[in-house]
Nanobody, 123 residues
Framework: VQLQASGGGLVQAGASLRLSCAAS????????VAWFRQAPGQERDFVAS????????DYTDSVRGRFTISRDNAKNTGYLQMNSLKPEDTAVYYC?????????????????WGQGTLVTVSS
């Protein structure tokens, strides 16, 4: 599976962005999809994940209530809707996928990664 993340940009605090993660090569219908982010000088941290059916979601506490993860299996695409953005959300955002059957929060659980898309939130 090849993943292509897009949708990042420069926005002001309080704005919204929607990131997309397009999969190609094979269907990721059965894969767990996740988003991670990495700020400069920091580790890559878990943001959100969604199960293969799109019915079970998990979020890190700092984004819960502001971000929504979703997927469209017919389009082989995952999404991360980010609302009420804060300067501390500034990072490179990566999508990841793996045939897990469960939701996982560690980078080591995911074998397929997109190239990252930069989100910059100004105050």
């Amino acid at each position: 599976v090849q993943l292509q993340a897009s949708g990042g940009g420069l926005v002001q605090a309080g704005a919204s962005l929607r990131l997309s993660c397009a999969a190609s090569g094979r269907s990721f219908r059965s894969y767990t999809v996740a988003w991670f982010r990495q700020a400069p000088g920091q580790e890559r941290d878990f943001v959100a994940s969604i199960d293969w059916s799109g019915t079970i979601r998990d979020y890190t506490d700092s984004v819960r209530g502001r971000f929504t993860i979703s997927r469209d299996n017919a389009k082989n695409t995952g999404y991360l809707q980010m609302n009420s953005l804060k300067p501390e959300d500034t990072a490179v955002y990566y999508c990841a996928a793996q045939n897990l059957g469960l939701l996982r929060t560690s980078t080591s659980n995911y074998g397929y990664w997109g190239q990252g898309t930069l989100v910059t939130v100004s105050s």
